[in-house]
């Protein structure tokens, strides 16, 4: 299923908590990682998992946890303590290579038996950029990758760290310097051939709500879907940008409309352009996209 937005919510803070309820929000991720204090671990872990028991209706919400990463040992505290809860899915930061990915699918396997939970049905999203490393090691997810991945994103906070670097921006175009574009589009290319949804990088400055949502319209035209937020009032943009708009809707028709009456014909015109395969796959994404969107909404 289709997730436009995916909002971060500290797991120890009621307040943000109990708002994320009532944000349009496609997912909630309920953060154990950054937001959360080495000192608040187990009141952060029991916040979120007497959230997640409590709020089990999931149709309109999807609720998610990142945990730590799997090479600090909060990472399996975390798991053990929000699995009662049956979240939808784990998201995991800092990975090295798709290893990372199919070892939190073993565990997974192992607290889904102990809980009672549907076997695969605790999913993953994988922050896939966040280390030096990971931009060398895209390649080990194109074989034997855990069937929980349904998503991945990439990471220029964490990666510009990790790099050593002062700012992950070109300080002339104010643009994303090379090797975050190139985790970017490693990132997509990565999502797009084993077939996962790919998420847009967060967009951190949340008070220029008119620059975000010329990110995510960047984003979309990429070929990205959906994008991750880290303030309640990114939400709705990010939805927005990501829902065909009945102009896509009309085009798109009208592009399958013509082939399909003109069957056979690998090159059709339609209002004075030549169109060709390539416009046609790109025409049902669209109507794909909106489908899946209108199920969700």
């Not at 709020?55 to 699995?83: C, E, G, K, Y």
């Not at 994404?285 to 969107?293: F, G, I, K, S």
Request: some cysteine; proline content about 5%; charged content about 25%.
């Amino acid at each position: 299923m289709i997730i436009r937005s995916w909002l971060f919510v500290p797991g120890d803070n009621e307040r943000k908590l109990s708002k994320g309820l009532d944000n349009p929000a496609d997912a909630l991720i309920l953060d154990l990682e950054d937001s959360v204090a080495d000192n608040r671990q187990e009141i952060a872990r029991e916040m979120v998992c007497e959230y997640l028991k409590v709020n089990q209706d999931r149709s309109r919400q999807q609720l998610w946890v990142r945990i730590n990463p799997l090479d600090n040992p909060l990472s399996l505290p975390d798991l053990t303590a929000v699995m009662p809860g049956k979240p939808d899915g784990i998201v995991l930061p800092k990975v090295y290579s798709a290893k990372e990915v199919n070892t939190l699918d073993k565990y997974l396997s192992v607290l889904e038996v102990r809980e009672g939970i549907e076997q695969g049905s605790t999913k993953i999203h994988c922050v896939a950029t966040e280390t030096a490393a990971s931009l060398l090691t895209f390649h080990t997810y194109l074989d034997n990758i855990s069937d929980r991945l349904i998503a991945m994103t990439w990471g220029g906070e964490d990666l510009a760290a990790a790099l050593g670097a002062s700012t992950n921006r070109n300080p002339v175009t104010g643009d994303y310097d090379n090797p975050f574009l190139l985790a970017r589009s490693l990132c997509l290319s990565t999502a797009r051939a084993i077939d996962v949804q790919p998420v847009g990088v967060v967009f951190v400055d949340y008070r220029a709500l008119d620059a975000l949502k010329e990110d995510c319209l960047r984003d979309r035209q990429s070929g990205f879907i959906g994008k991750i937020a880290i303030h309640p009032a990114q939400s709705e943009i990010i939805n927005e940008a990501f829902t065909p708009s009945a102009e896509e809707i009309d085009r798109a028709q009208k592009v399958i409309d013509v082939f399909e009456q003109n069957p056979g014909l690998g090159t059709v015109g339609l209002d004075g352009k030549m169109l060709d395969m390539p416009h046609l796959k790109q025409a049902r994404n669209v109507m794909a996209l909106a489908e899946q969107v209108k199920a969700r909404i």
